[in-house]
């Protein structure tokens, strides 16, 4: 039995599987199976490895290379049926190639044993399982060193976390890419119809894997050509529709839930929209990040003209209102935390209501609405844009979030 290690160990189905003696075996510790078996490309990094992993299937792909991938979103390129219009996240190839997007989460991918690592960067993410940035920088060092004999490694040298753990990377092939390379971005750009500088630097981490495989450049660039982007990754879903405006709102889905990757994707929306009044609406994904990152959120959203807060979501096994402080110095972390201290245990601060109001004392703050009653969303955008309407100003929305607002922007486009 197989099972993902967001599953608590007291869930009936693992307590079951024990009870009749059937063995058990993690996710990642299956994926780690495979990647023994195949000559194994492993694209990690805090943000923006699913859709350089989805780069690289595509550049295989169009290579001849029909390698078997797994993916941590949905390729239409990969088939589905006409209900599943986002695609699937598996392709089965038949040649020796795996590749595979290398979740950090819980240290999984130190199960995989790949032949080619690209990672994109080291961020402060999964702090609820790592407790500090030394403890991951530390991780992805250890994952780098699962390289196999006269493998080779893709780095980010613009990522500073990830560029600072060169010197500790001894007896290892290293290719670094950077944005910097202006005759590369250049083609990139070229050819490149997805927007976002990010996006940039993904693909020139794809590029400068695949050369080190021995694709040529021609076939790299027309792959790269091809890509229209993947499921829930500025995934346009359609225009709003309106009783009462008669207005063209394109409505988009994005997974960003880290203030780097909101960040990123606000960048990029006003890139391919410049003169558009920028709406996001955003769901939190999980407690623990909003109280380690508060700073960082409030900083994050700069680029939407508007901001519409929903609750947090709130992640099975992961997201309980305290955090276990266990034996640390209470009044150590008092200081440097300011939580509030309950039974040795501290007590969640931050919410999206609080989030609203420190996000709006700020001087070049967006519009901001926190919304705790999701039946109330049409209502503040069709409010919002009648404002523009008067001002003759057109307008996108962007629907923002890892956890259940997926779910929210097909009654948008109703």
Known sequence: ??????????????????????????????????????????????????????????????????????????????????????????????????????????????NYHPQGILVTNVDREHLDHYKNFKNVKKVFLNFMGNLAAGGVLVLNKDDRPLFSLADKLRNKKILWFSLKDVKRVKQIKKVLKIPGTHNVSNALGAFNLARSFGIKEKVILKALSKY?????????????????????????????????????????????????????????????RLNILFKEFVNAFNKANVLILLDIYKVSGRDELSYNIGSCNENKFRRKTSRTFYNNRIVAKYSSEEL????????????????????????????????????????????????????????LLK
């Not at 909101?262 to 609406?281: G, R």
């Open 1 to 110: 039995m197989v099972y993902s290690q967001a599953v608590t160990p007291d869930n009936p189905e693992i307590l079951e599987a024990k009870r009749l003696n059937i063995p058990l075996k993690s996710y990642p510790a299956a994926l780690g199976d495979l990647t023994r078996k195949y000559k194994t490309i492993a694209i990690a990094g805090s943000h923006g490895k699913s859709t350089t992993t989805a780069l690289m299937a595509l550049i295989f792909m169009e290579a001849g290379l029909d390698p078997t991938v797994i993916i941590g979103t949905k390729l239409k390129e990969f088939g589905g049926s006409p209900r599943n219009g986002a695609g699937r996240n598996f392709r089965l190839g038949k040649s020796k190639y795996l590749i595979v997007e290398a979740d950090e989460y819980k240290d999984s991918f130190l």
């Open 228 to 288: 229209r982007g993947a499921w829930r990754r500025m995934e346009y879903r359609g225009n709003l529709k309106s009783q009462i405006l008669n207005l063209k709102t394109p409505v988009y889905d994005d997974y960003a839930h880290h203030p780097t990757e909101i960040k990123a994707t606000l960048n990029a929306f006003k890139e391919k929209y410049p003169e558009s009044i920028l709406i996001c609406v955003f769901q939190p994904h999980q407690s623990r």
């Open 356 to 411: 609203s109001q420190a996000i709006s004392k700020r001087k070049s703050s967006p519009k901001v609405f926190y919304l705790p009653h999701l039946g109330k969303l049409k209502q503040i955008i069709q409010k919002v844009l009648k404002a523009n309407k008067a001002k003759k100003l057109k307008a996108v929305i962007v629907m923002m979030g890892a956890g259940s607002i997926v779910n929210l922007t097909p009654k």
